[in-house]
């Protein structure tokens, strides 16, 4: 046990403050409410008041801090995309991320490991092929790699796996990391919280007020609040309140799962993902392996996790590393992923003025939370689309413009 920690239980008083500051009330009014208290949500919080110094903002969240889909991701970070689009935002996301834990004071334990998407036939080589080409062309460090180059960076994996499924070749994300999800949540809210922004936990949305089409406010399971601007930032829950304003989108919930093995001795210090084989993989630095595969087949507004799921990821685990046979998958779960058609985020303003949506992030929202929170907070403060977001804009779906990023998104991370 650390000495800090006994000198700390020792005390009769206590100078170390709490991580956030615990508001009591609701006030009665604010200039921004934004619901969910993920990721997301307090980095839009953060930036508001640190980039554009609004502070009067209440972050309603009907759970505990970063208890939906920021706690039940897998952490990947990278920005190999298929799309221009996708790719410059994610590069900003990236290069935000790698001096987050210096701009939040808090250790994030982002670590640099080279991404591998793995590519089992001739059509998943062209679409690595492409990907690279787009990837190198907006000063991305991707670029194909060949079935030996492989095996000499990953010696443990089965280049045949089983005979069934043989890498050809793969594309490799040199910037790709992974970080400490709830880390990152917690970093955001304590640096929103002491900017003066109010955190309210267990505190549940059940309505917004419209006069017209302009936000009038929320209520809440504690009251009422009068706002002019609503931020939703609740991934799964997205239809639930896009319903209260009476916006439709073309959001569907599916489960996404993940498991967590038993800890292993190092042995994987990159991270591996089979778009063929539906499968990604990474070790964490206490040892365990990280896995997860594809967003189940029918849309479920439900986190429960299944057999089914773990059989099929351990049988496609065993194709790529036989050795693993003996080792107890000791966690599984859920999160409930907001996908969109073109597996691009839906982001910005909206018809409904003064609602703002940042959805539709599948699989892929954790690695985006620097900037979408850094582009919301801009399109709130200056009610105006950053220039980064417009292409994920509502009405691409009724103007025919989609994005088309499923060949990068789909099991990705």
């Known amino acids: ?38 990721g997301h ?35 990947i970070v990278r920005s190999n995309y298929l799309t221009p689009e996708g790719v410059r935002f994610y590069d900003e996301s990236v290069r935000l991320f790698q001096d ?66 043989p890498v050809l070749g793969a594309l490799y994300h040199a910037p790709g990391a992974v970080a400490r999800h709830d880390a990152v949540a917690w970093g955001y809210g304590r640096g929103a919280s002491d900017r003066g922004v109010e955190i309210h936990q267990k505190t549940k949305v059940c309505g917004i007020r419209m006069i017209g089409n302009q936000v009038e406010g929320v209520d809440t399971d504690r009251g ?55 499968v990604y993989v990474s070790q964490s630095s206490r040892g365990e392996l990280v896995m997860g595969a594809s967003v189940d087949g029918a849309p479920l507004h439900s986190t429960r996790s299944t057999f089914d799921f773990v059989e099929d990821l351990a049988d496609k685990m065993l194709d790529l590393f036989p050795f693993l046979g003996g080792v107890k998958i000791v966690r599984q779960w859920a999160g409930m992923a907001d996908m969109t058609p073109d597996f691009a985020p839906i982001m910005g303003t909206t018809p409904i ?38 292409p994920f804009r509502l009405s691409r779906f009724s103007e025919y413009a989609l994005v088309g990023e499923k060949g990068a998104a789909s099991v990705g991370h």
Request: some cysteine; hydrophobic content about 35%.
């Open 1 to 38: 046990m650390p000495f800090r920690l006994v000198k700390q239980a020792l005390r009769k008083n206590k100078p170390d403050s709490r991580f956030f500051k615990t508001p009591t009330d609701l006030q009665s009014s604010y200039d921004v409410v934004i619901i969910g208290a993920g």
């Open 41 to 75: 949500g307090l980095a839009c919080a953060y930036y508001l008041a640190r980039d554009h110094g609004i502070t009067n903002v209440a972050v309603l969240e009907q759970g505990y801090i970063g208890g939906g889909n920021t706690g039940r991701n897998t952490t």
């Open 100 to 165: 987050l834990s210096e701009d939040l004071d808090l250790n994030l334990f982002y670590s640099t490991r080279g991404h591998f998407t793995l590519a089992h036939s001739d059509s998943a080589m062209r679409t690595m092929r492409w990907r690279a080409e787009v990837n190198k062309h907006y000063d991305i460090e991707s670029e194909l790699w060949g079935r030996d180059d492989i095996a000499r960076a990953v010696p443990f994996m089965d280049m045949d796996c089983g005979g069934q499924h």
């Open 224 to 278: 009422f609040i009068a706002c002019k601007k609503v931020v939703s930032c609740v991934a799964g829950s997205t239809p639930r309140i896009t319903d209260m304003v009476r916006l439709r989108t073309p959001v569907d919930i599916r489960p996404l799962q993940a498991c967590v093995s038993e800890p292993l001795k190092p042995f994987l210090d990159t991270i591996i993902v089979s778009g063929s084989l539906h």
């Open 353 to 390: 003025y003064g609602f703002y949506l940042d959805a539709g992030w599948g699989t892929w929202g954790f690695k985006a939370t620097p900037v979408s929170g850094k582009t919301m907070a801009y399109t709130i403060a200056n009610d105006d689309d950053h220039e980064l977001i417009k």
